[in-house]
C-alpha cells in the first residue's frame, strides 16, 4: 500500500513472514509507483515489468531475463521500519532508538483526515501532548496519533484502552470519524465545533 | 522558449467517422482547437484566433499541426491493400506524456503483467533478443524479429502462439505494429497508435487497426483493443517521473529495452521534446 513519509512516498508491505517493508514509491527500471505492485513470499515485484525486489530492496528477479543474475546495482531505496504495538513506524534517517511506546493503549484504526493538526487541535478543543491528542465525545474517549502528510491531509491512527471491549471499539471508531467530519468542516473555513 | 521541432509534425485531432458540422473542441500542444465539417463537405481545423491549420485525412482520422509541416504524413502501404478491415478504435484519454504513451506501445515485456491472459502469461515472461534500427533513409526506428508468447495474441486467435512482431516508429509521436496474422501466414496484422499531444502530460490515445479478419464483429475488436489501452493507462498514469526521460540515469534499461533506448535517442536527435525531459533530477 502507499504511505507517506517525510522522504516521500513510499510502498509499504509486508512479507509471507509477516515482515513489514517500506520502499521508495518507484521502481529504477521504469519508474512505475511500486505501491501498485504484488506480493509474493519475501518479494515485492513491480506491476510492469515484474521485477522483483527482496526486504533489502536489492532486485532479485528480472522475468525478461530469466536467466539472468540482476546486478548488485539495481537496487530500491528502502526506509528503516518497525512494528511497535500494532502501529508501524518509518524512520527518515537512521533511528538511533525505538519507536515511542504508548503503554495501555490498543490501535483500533487509521484514516485520512483532510485536514490539517491546527483543525484537528482545534476540532478536539485540546492540544496535542505527549505526542497523541485527546478526544472525548460524549463518554468515549479516544486518543489520537497523528502522521501530517501535507498541510491540509493528516493520517490519523486511532487509539483506545487496550482493555476495551468490541462495543466500546465500535463506539471510538464512530467517535474518530464524528472528529474526522468536525475536523474537515474547520479546514473548509467553517468554524466552532 | 525555442521553437520545438514537433511543432511541425502532424498529429491526429479527430475520427472522419465523427466528423460533423457542429465540431469537436479540442487542444494541440496546449492550443485550444476546433475540428469541425466546413460548408463545402471538408474538413477544417481552426485555433481560437479563428486561423486555420493545415489538414490532411488519412487512416480514418484527421490530422493536423500547429506549424508548417515539411513532409506528407508517413506512408503506411498496408492500409490500402484489399481484403483488409480497417478499423476505427475511438480514443483514450491518459493523463501522461504522449512520448511515454508510445514508449509503453514498442515494450512487450510488460505483456504478462498489464495484459495477463490476453497478450502474455507467467511465466512464458522472457524477451528474446530482437534486431533494432535507426533507418537512416526513411528517418525512422524500427524492431523486428521481436518475438513473444500469447495466450490470445488477437481476437480471431485461439490459444496461444509464440507471435513475432516488427515495431515502426514514423512520428515521434506514432507507433505501427506489425503482428503475426494467425488467418493468413504470410501477411503481417497491422495496428496502429496514433497519439494526440493535448499537453506535455496529457494526450489522447486514437488506436486504428488494418487487420485480415473478416468474421469478428466490428464491436469485439473495438472492445478488444480498448481493454488493452485501458489496462496501459493504469500504468502510464502513475510512472515517475511523468516526462519521458532522455539523458540516461534515472532508469535502467535492459536487452528487452532496446526498443525504447532507440527511440529516446531518436527523439533526443531531432529535438522532439516535448512530452519529454533532458536533464535527470
Ligand atoms: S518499471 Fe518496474 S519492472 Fe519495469
Ligand atoms: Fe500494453
Known amino acids: 500500500m502507499p504511505a507517506q513519509s517525510p522522504a516521500g512516498r513510499v510502498a509499504l508491505w509486508r512479507g509471507r513472514s509477516g515482515r513489514v517493508s517500506a520502499f521508495a514509491d518507484r521502481c529504477p527500471h521504469r519508474g512505475m509507483r511500486l505501491s501498485h505492485g504484488f506480493v509474493r513470499g519475501e518479494t515485492l515485484s513491480c506491476i510492469y515489468h515484474g521485477w522483483g525486489y527482496a526486504q533489502a530492496g536489492n532486485c532479485v528477479r528480472i522475468p525478461a531475463h530469466p536467466a539472468l543474475t540482476p546486478p548488485e546495482t539495481v537496487r530500491v531505496a528502502t526506509q528503516h521500519v518497525e512494528d511497535g504495538g500494532g502501529i508501524i513506524w518509518i524512520s527518515a534517517g537512521e533511528p538511533t532508538g525505538g519507536p515511542p511506546r504508548f503503554e495501555g493503549l490498543a490501535p483500533v484504526r487509521s484514516m485520512t483526515v483532510e485536514a490539517g493538526i491546527v483543525a484537528l487541535e482545534e476540532a478536539t478543543g485540546t492540544s496535542i501532548a505527549g505526542g497523541l491528542l485527546d478526544y472525548t465525545n460524549a463518554d468515549t474517549s479516544v486518543r489520537l496519533l497523528l502522521a501530517p502528510e501535507s498541510p491540509a491531509r493528516t493520517l490519523m491512527h486511532v487509539l483506545i484502552d487496550e482493555d476495551s471491549n468490541p462495543d466500546e471499539r465500535i463506539t471510538a471508531s464512530r467517535a474518530a470519524e464524528a472528529l474526522r467530519r468536525a475536523a474537515e468542516h474547520i479546514e473548509r473555513g467553517g468554524t466552532g465545533r | ?281
Not at chain 2, 504478462?112 to 497478450?119: C, G, K, M, Q
Not at chain 2, 534486431?131 to 500469447?150: C, G, L, N
Not at chain 2, 534499461?253 to 536527435?269: E, G, N
Request: contains cysteine.
Open chain 2, 1 to 281: 522558449m525555442t521553437r520545438n521541432a514537433m511543432m511541425d509534425e502532424w498529429y491526429p485531432v479527430g475520427l472522419v467517422s465523427q466528423l460533423d458540422a457542429h465540431g469537436r473542441s479540442t487542444a494541440l500542444m496546449g492550443e485550444p482547437i476546433e475540428v469541425k465539417r466546413g460548408d463545402d463537405g471538408t474538413a477544417t481545423v481552426a485555433r481560437s484566433d479563428g486561423r486555420h491549420l493545415p489538414v490532411c485525412i488519412r487512416y480514418g482520422h484527421v490530422w493536423s499541426s500547429l506549424g508548417d509541416p515539411q513532409k506528407p504524413l508517413f506512408a503506411i502501404p498496408e492500409a490500402d491493400q484489399p481484403g483488409r478491415r480497417l478499423v476505427d478504435v475511438g480514443v483514450v484519454r491518459v493523463r501522461c506524456s504522449p512520448l511515454r504513451a508510445v514508449e509503453n506501445f514498442l515494450d512487450i515485456a510488460h505483456f504478462p503483467f498489464v495484459h495477463t491472459d490476453i497478450l502474455g502469461s507467467e511465466p512464458h515472461t522472457e524477451v528474446q533478443n530482437y534486431k533494432v534500427e535507426i533507418r537512416e533513409d526513411e528517418d525512422e526506428v524500427w524492431a523486428t524479429q521481436v518475438r513473444f508468447y500469447q495466450p490470445q495474441a488477437a481476437k480471431s486467435a485461439e490459444g496461444g502462439i509464440t507471435t513475432e512482431y516488427m515495431y515502426r516508429v514514423p512520428a515521434p509521436t506514432c507507433s505501427i505494429l506489425y503482428k503475426t496474422c494467425p488467418p493468413r501466414p504470410g501477411e503481417w496484422d497491422v495496428i496502429t497508435l496514433f497519439v494526440q499531444p493535448l499537453a506535455e502530460d496529457l494526450c489522447d490515445v486514437w488506436p486504428w487497426m488494418a487487420l485480415f479478419d473478416d468474421e469478428t464483429p466490428m464491436t469485439d475488436l473495438i472492445h478488444f483493443q480498448q481493454t488493452i489501452f485501458v489496462q496501459d493507462r493504469s500504468i502510464l498514469e502513475n510512472q515517475i517521473p511523468g516526462l519521458l526521460p532522455l539523458d540516461p540515469g534515472m532508469e535502467i534499461p535492459t536487452r528487452a529495452d532496446l526498443t525504447s533506448v532507440a527511440y529516446r535517442r531518436w527523439l533526443k536527435r531531432h529535438g522532439y521534446t516535448y512530452g519529454a525531459q533532458l536533464v535527470a533530477q
